[in-house]
């Protein structure tokens, strides 16, 4: 197209068959022509306007877009620093909490039995519903770190948990508890969703609740949520149950154990059966040993808690191809509501062999990874008395300890814990109630009601 006038030439080349005949206008007594070119496929304007580029100098397309990149990154960064902030203040509150806990008790010196994983969605709840931070929160200039901290810094700290977990620890330690836990995690991620289903409450928040009461507490629940694709309000009500009613059932199964068992192996299998977190079984099982100088109970607790916690690397795949299943079905029920071709619809998955990696997440094949390192830098340690022939005992559970408890459950899942509570409103909580906690309670009395039968039926089937 050619249009002369005003110090204006431009050029279109249009498909022929937009025009069949030339098109005329005039415009203040001038005669405007416009041409049609017979091409199908191109298209091309250029613009050239005399007094518009007078003094004007070209730039580059790059020039132009170098600089977004700079307050991007200065963003993303401010998000992270603020995330990783609310993390150290938290782990140095629960540490100040979990010890007056500890010397109500009577134990003085002792290490925190509670989490700053919990503290820290607390503590960031708190800011972003706060009067004078919400607005800040909110802004765009924090997001992109925010969301980086729930994403990419959550699943670095799953990795990396992994090292926590040894195969090796349950055989030598023994293998008591091992069925046990495997036959609580079963019954627990069964019967706490239908609990839940029964109340009303969203699926997926009944499978969060499910695994943080029936697996390994906080842990399950930040590797899970992504998985299911939960909101945050799910996964907060999740984490306040754990932290509630585990907490609750660190304080008194010492003393129900006590009461109830005979043998310290069955007082170990019940209590790393029936509290949720780590940190909370821990908590329970030193109270115990303090206050009935059994080692024994002790050990036991964590190679069972030890052994709910490797349920994870099974319990994630099966729990991502019943969610993608579960999404699948549903959007073939849409199609069918509108009326829609059956052919268009996807099958649901079939459950194969071929296909399992498939329902298996890079940062769940990283877990699995990271454990089996730790199993084998165990045995290695064992059979010759360093760990992978390269490094002693003593620096070996130092660097083990590092990446499992200081870099993956503190500084990383804290730092992704803390982003989850800046991205938390409380109106999001709204309209929930009391269900969550109901639903919280009686799957904590449920699982605990399991470890104490499985305790008690050890000895008849010849375990301990």
Not at 123 to 134: C, L
Not at 387 to 397: E, K, Q, R
Not at 425 to 442: D, E, H, Q, Y
Request: hydrophobic share 45%; net charge positive.
């Amino acid at each position: 197209m050619l249009l002369v006038g005003g110090g204006i030439s431009r050029h279109v080349i249009v498909p022929r068959s937009i025009f069949a005949t030339p098109i005329f206008h005039a415009t203040n007594g001038r005669r405007q022509s416009f041409k049609v070119s017979t091409s199908v496929l191109s298209c091309t304007l250029s613009t050239t306007t005399e007094d518009n580029n007078k003094g004007k100098q070209p730039s580059s397309s790059s020039s132009s877009q170098q600089p977004q990149k700079i307050p991007t990154l200065a963003k993303a960064a401010v998000g992270v620093a603020l995330s990783a902030g609310l993390m150290q203040f938290s782990f140095l509150s629960a540490d100040v909490i979990g010890e007056k806990m500890m010397a109500l008790q009577g134990f003085e010196g002792g290490k925190s039995p509670l989490s700053g994983i919990p503290v820290a969605i607390l503590v960031g709840m708190a800011v972003k519903n706060s009067p004078m931070f919400s607005s800040l929160i909110s802004s765009k200039d924090l997001t992109a770190g925010i969301n980086f901290c729930k994403d990419s810094v959550l699943k670095v700290g799953i990795v990396c948990v992994g090292a926590k977990l040894s195969a090796f620890d349950i055989f030598t330690v023994g293998a008591a508890g091992l069925p046990a836990a495997l036959i609580t995690v079963g019954l627990g991620m069964t019967v706490i969703p239908r609990i839940g289903r029964a109340f009303g409450l969203p699926e997926k928040m009944s499978t969060l609740i499910a695994s943080g009461t029936s697996i390994c507490g906080v842990t399950a629940i930040t590797a899970i949520s992504p998985i299911i694709k939960a909101t945050q309000r799910d996964t907060s009500f999740a984490v306040a149950n754990v932290v509630a009613f585990g907490t609750i059932s660190m304080l008194l199964t010492p003393f129900i154990a006590h009461a109830l068992l005979p043998t310290s192996e069955q007082i170990g299998v019940f209590l790393g059966l029936s509290v949720h977190d780590t940190s909370q079984v821990i908590g329970s099982a030193l109270s115990y040993k303090e206050m009935y100088n059994d080692e024994v109970a002790f050990q036991t607790a964590l190679v069972t808690k030890l052994s709910r916690n490797l349920s994870l690397i099974g319990v994630i795949p099966m729990l991502t191809y019943l969610h993608v299943k579960s999404e699948q079905q549903q959007q073939q029920k849409k199609n069918i509501v509108a009326d829609l071709s059956l052919t268009t619809t996807t099958p649901p998955p079939r459950f194969r062999i071929s296909n399992v990696r498939k329902y298996i997440p890079s940062f769940v094949v990283g877990f699995a990874g990271m454990a089996l390192f730790r199993t084998v830098g165990d045995l290695t340690v064992s059979d010759l008395g360093a760990a992978y022939g390269l490094m002693d005992p003593a620096l070996w559970n130092e660097s083990i300890s590092f990446i499992g408890s200081d870099l993956g459950s503190h500084y990383l899942l804290g730092t992704a814990m803390a982003a989850v509570g800046l991205s938390t409103s409380l109106s999001a909580l709204k309209g929930v109630g009391w269900r969550p906690f109901a639903v919280g309670l009686t799957g904590s009395l449920f699982v605990s009601g399991t470890g104490a039968s499985l305790a008690f039926l050890l000895p008849v089937v010849g375990l301990v």
